[in-house]
Nanobody
Framework: QVHLVESGGGLVQAGGSLRLSCAAS????????MGWFRQAPGKEREFVAS????????YYADSVRGRFTISGNNAKNTVYLQMNSLKTEDTAVYYC???????????????WGQGTQVTVSS
């Protein structure tokens, strides 16, 4: 069993920055990949970024590439999402997820955090 807890969400003006954190506990050795997804009201959950623990390779959605950076700290079992140049369309609940392989599909991830709200105002 793996437990994921996100933090760092909040309200920020467009153009601003936020850093989300996701702390993992439990059977973390089973998580080869960590991902971030988001879900806006009335929309499906969408892929934001993912990272392989083994080599640090990162993958991004086109909508966030160049603005968001995913990183991890193995010693702390924590993954981060640095979000810069935020736009109003980035407003959503952001979820951390862990799984066995890199994927942009939510159902391929085994465990999820509770989500943290990010609101970007104009």
């Amino acid at each position: 069993q793996v437990h994921l807890v996100e933090s760092g969400g909040g309200l920020v003006q467009a153009g601003g920055s936020l850093r989300l954190s996701c702390a993992a506990s439990g059977r973390t050795f089973s998580l080869n990949v960590m991902g971030w997804f988001r879900q806006a009201p009335g929309k499906e959950r969408e892929f934001v970024a993912s990272m392989r623990w083994s080599n640090g390779n990162a993958y991004y959605a086109d909508s966030v590439r160049g603005r968001f950076t995913i990183s991890g700290n193995n010693a702390k079992n924590t993954v981060y999402l640095q979000m810069n140049s935020l736009k109003t369309e980035d407003t959503a609940v952001y979820y951390c997820a862990g799984g066995p392989y890199a994927s942009r599909v939510p159902r391929t991830y085994d465990c999820w955090g509770q989500g943290t709200q990010v609101t970007v105002s104009s």
